[in-house]
Nanobody, 121 residues
């Protein structure tokens, strides 16, 4: 059993900042890529940012220069620092991790339950 628990979401004014955290726990052998996705009402789910186990990052064009993804491998935790937030950033943000579980040592894509980020004045 593997779980991802997200925290840090909430309401923030335009131009403000939030930091999301996602901690993985359970029968984990290792974690490869981790990432953040978001989905707004009436919109398709989109990738926000991803980070490999070695620290290589990718970002959606819409968040480049404003968001920063990072991870703490010792804590099995991924973070998303969000600065200069805009109303169009409003969405439910989902944490994702590609996990190798203990025996039989298979890759699994695991998702968190999501945390709401609301950017409004």
């Amino acid at each position: 059993q593997v779980q991802l628990v997200e925290s840090g979401g909430g309401l923030v004014q335009p131009g403000g900042s939030l930091r999301l955290s996602c901690a993985a726990s359970g029968s984990i052998f290792s974690i490869n890529a981790m990432g953040w996705y978001r989905q707004a009402p009436g919109k398709q789910r989109e990738l926000v940012a991803t980070i490999t186990s070695g620290g290589s990052t990718k970002y959606a064009d819409s968040v480049k220069g404003r968001f920063t993804i990072s991870r703490d491998n010792a804590k099995n935790t991924v973070y998303l620092q969000m600065n200069s937030l805009k109303p169009e950033d409003t969405a439910v943000y989902y944490c994702n991790a590609n996990v190798v579980v203990v025996a039989p040592y298979r890759f699994l894509d695991v998702w968190g339950q999501g945390t709401l980020v609301a950017v409004t004045s």
